[in-house]
Structure formats: structure tokens, C-alpha cells
């Protein structure tokens, strides 16, 4: 008798001390929770951390995130309102705001990202289809393209007036899904554009124009450097014939000045007497023997003539 008393005694504890201990929970400082009955919830949300009671087997504890949590949706091919098909990918941040009302429409997390995809991922689709696709590629008007934003449109002579740009297409994807989102009793913090990337056949398009706008590009400056090089050469010429034209005249004037010099000098000389003059004559003859004749030279001169008389003299003769 004493040894089943003392089985049943000990059966008792144990059942009391595993029932005290499912009576306590422990609420972290990240998480938030809500107690439910027969699996309705009960009371308002526990979001103060510390330790707090529930009645064991009866009442269940279910926990939830306060922290920014992440969505990441699959990339997916849709057609912008010019009829290109691109391959988008989206991602976003939320938050538990109500975890009662999120218990009741979506369970958990994992049926929280479901329906995360189903609202972003349909409202992704409508806003890419009411705009071209140099809007999606593009915040701001520029006066100028990059290659891939040249690639997206017709005509890339012609800039493109953005009216609204990647932000305030993302801008308006989150204000169209955020009143379905808190309706599960979460808030959509925020949405951006991870990737772009083009189908096959709208990448090539693209490619092509890429190329065609950098020759055309490289074509200008080709032909802006040839007009700028013929100027420089133009001018270069014109001011060498300038500098030559003047160097020409200053030595024309220093020449003509030097020869009047000269010819008075000699005029000078000469008419002072006729030693002088005898003396000249044969200093001209000899700069001419010296200009015209040499070792190899033959001439057949005249006795007579003034241009052997000096010759003549030098012989002895």
C-alpha cells in the first residue's frame, strides 16, 4: 500500500510540476504574441517582454517577428505598354502591425510570403504594363542616355520626356498594394526594383541600337576632330605665309638698304682718284677669276681684252 501511495504521489508532482512549467511563457525583445483557446485567440496581443501566464493544455502560445522582415519575389516575365517583354524582379520590407488580425488571415509567415506574392507580384504586372519600358529604366529626364537606356527606346536622336521614372512607378506599386496588404495586419514598408534583364529577342534589339549609337556617336566626334583639325591646319598655314610674307619684305628692305649702302660706298671710292679706281677694278677682277675659274678650267682669251690684262701682269709679262 505505502509503495503505490508513494507511485501516485509521485505521479501527481510530476503532472503538477509539467503543468506549472506549461503555465509560464517567455516573450524575447524582438518577438510579439497572442494566446489562443480551442485555437481561437483570446485577449489582445503580448508585446511586453518578460514572462507571462497561460493555462497549461487548454491555451496555446504563438509568437511572431517585431522586426523589419524581408520579401523576395521570383523573377518574372512581363510585357511593358510598347510591347516588350522583360523579365522583372522585385523585392520588398514588412512588418507585423497586428499580430491578431495576421494570425487570422494568413497563419504565419510562410502564408504571409504566399500572399505577399500573389498582391506584389499582380500589382508589379499592372504598373509595367501602363508604362514604356525606357520609364522603367529611367528616374529622371536627362540630356543625355546611357547605353542600355539608348537600347530602350525607338528613336535615340530623340530624348525621351520621362513624366514618371522607375521611383514613382515603385512609389505607386506600394501605395496600390499597401491598403490590401494591412488588411492582413501588415505593413508594407517598402518596394524597389532588384533586377531588369531583357528577353532574348528584346536584348538583341537592344544591343544593336547600343552599337548603332556609339558609332553614330563616335562618327560625330570623328567628324568634329576632322573639321577642328583643318581649321588648326588652315590657320597654321595661313600664319606661316603671314610670317614668311613679312620675314620676305623685312629682308627685301634689309637687302636693298645694304646694296644702296654698298653702291655709294663703291661710288664713293671709286670717284676719289683714279688709284682708287685702278685698285677696285682689280679687286672685282679677282673675286671674278675666283667665281668663274678653277684648276680643271681651259680659256682662250684675247691679249687684248681687259679681263686677260690682269693675268697678263701677274705672268710678268
Not at 149 to 176: C, F, H, N, P, Q
Not at 208 to 217: A, D, F, G, L, Q
Amino acid at each position: 500500500m505505502n509503495k503505490v501511495t508513494t507511485f501516485i504521489l509521485s505521479l501527481l508532482g510530476l503532472v503538477a510540476v509539467l503543468l506549472l512549467a506549461n503555465s509560464f511563457f517567455i516573450v524575447n525583445e524582438p518577438q510579439q504574441a497572442i494566446i489562443t483557446q480551442f485555437g481561437k485567440p483570446i485577449g489582445t496581443t503580448i508585446s511586453r517582454p518578460g514572462v507571462h501566464f497561460k493555462i497549461p493544455g487548454i491555451q496555446q502560445t504563438h509568437f511572431f517577428d517585431k522586426r523589419f522582415l524581408e520579401w523576395d519575389g521570383s523573377p518574372n516575365q512581363v510585357p511593358t505598354k510598347d510591347k516588350r517583354f522583360i523579365w522583372v524582379d522585385m523585392y520588398a520590407r514588412w512588418c507585423i502591425i497586428d499580430p491578431l488580425l495576421f494570425f487570422q488571415r494568413v497563419h504565419d509567415e510562410r502564408g504571409a510570403q504566399s500572399r505577399l506574392d500573389d498582391i506584389l507580384d499582380g500589382e508589379t504586372r499592372n504598373a509595367i504594363a501602363k508604362h514604356k519600358l525606357v520609364e522603367l529604366i529611367r528616374s529622371s529626364n536627362r540630356t543625355s542616355l546611357t547605353d542600355e537606356e539608348a537600347g530602350a527606346v525607338d528613336d535615340t536622336s530623340a530624348m525621351v520626356k520621362i513624366v514618371y521614372g522607375r521611383e514613382k512607378i515603385t512609389r505607386s506599386i506600394l501605395e496600390t498594394a499597401a491598403p490590401r496588404i494591412i488588411e492582413l495586419g501588415i505593413e508594407l514598408l517598402d518596394l524597389r526594383f532588384k533586377r531588369i534583364n531583357y528577353v532574348d529577342e528584346v536584348q538583341n534589339k537592344i544591343f544593336e541600337r547600343m552599337v548603332s549609337e556609339r558609332k553614330r556617336i563616335a562618327e560625330k566626334y570623328r567628324s568634329e576632330g576632322e573639321g577642328e583639325a583643318s581649321k588648326i591646319l588652315g590657320d597654321k598655314e595661313r600664319e606661316l605665309k603671314s610670317i614668311q610674307s613679312e620675314a620676305y619684305k623685312t629682308a627685301q628692305e634689309l637687302i636693298g638698304k645694304a646694296d644702296s649702302a654698298a653702291t655709294a660706298i663703291y661710288a664713293d671710292a671709286y670717284n676719289r682718284n683714279a688709284d682708287t679706281r685702278e685698285f677696285y677694278r682689280f679687286i672685282k677682277t679677282m673675286e671674278t677669276y675666283k667665281t668663274t675659274l678653277s684648276e680643271k678650267d681651259w680659256l682662250i682669251l684675247s691679249t687684248e681684252g681687259d679681263f686677260f690684262r690682269y693675268l697678263q701682269k701677274l705672268d710678268g709679262k
